[in-house]
């Protein structure tokens, strides 16, 4: 019957598909073959991620509302900070003196260094008071500063060594700042161990 020689015909389609299948799949690459493994990464804790951002007063001001609520060391001599960035920085910051948050108002004059960046004092004042910069750093050279922040004192400059400060969670490294478009260029670096275990905090 018509049913019959159509049932067969179509059953012997069904296996030479199915044969065509094996012969296809047997023609890929094993799990083992060289030409597999070259597109397999071993795990490398060592390496890191690296992203150029270009970046403005306000993600500088979220950074450091991060650092103060994350890294216990700037919480020992700050209780906030704010800055507005121009040709000059303008700078209002909370330090922590004792057991006391005096305000201090700073101007200063960035200068990027090999991936760290220099902070001139150019004026300061504590309130509406007017402070020398010597009785300033006189101030400043008693608080208990992180190993990454060196004040030089002779020049008036306080001194923030991003690239050896801790990279972990992530690393920073101050490339440049323009003055006309009034932004900040810097190198952040994360190992992806960083990332997943960020990713799972989530």
Known sequence: MWWKRGFIILLSLNILVFVGGLIALDSFPSATSSSVKKFQSTPNDGKTAAVQVVIGQDA??????????????????????????????????????????????????????????NLQVKSASMGQVPVPDSLLFLLLKHLQWPNWINLDANHHVLQLHFTQRPQEPFGVRILGYSSTTQQLSLQVTMSPSAIAQSANHA
Do not use: R
């Not at 948050?101 to 990027?112: A, G, I, M, S, T």
């Open 60 to 117: 500088i001001n979220s950074y450091i509302a991060y650092a103060l609520a994350q890294e216990a060391d700037v919480q020992k001599i700050m209780s906030y900070a704010q800055i507005q960035f121009a040709s000059t920085w303008n700078c209002d910051i909370g330090v922590k003196l004792l057991d006391k948050v005096v305000p201090f108002h700073l101007v200063l004059v960035p200068d990027v260094e090999n991936g760290n960046l």
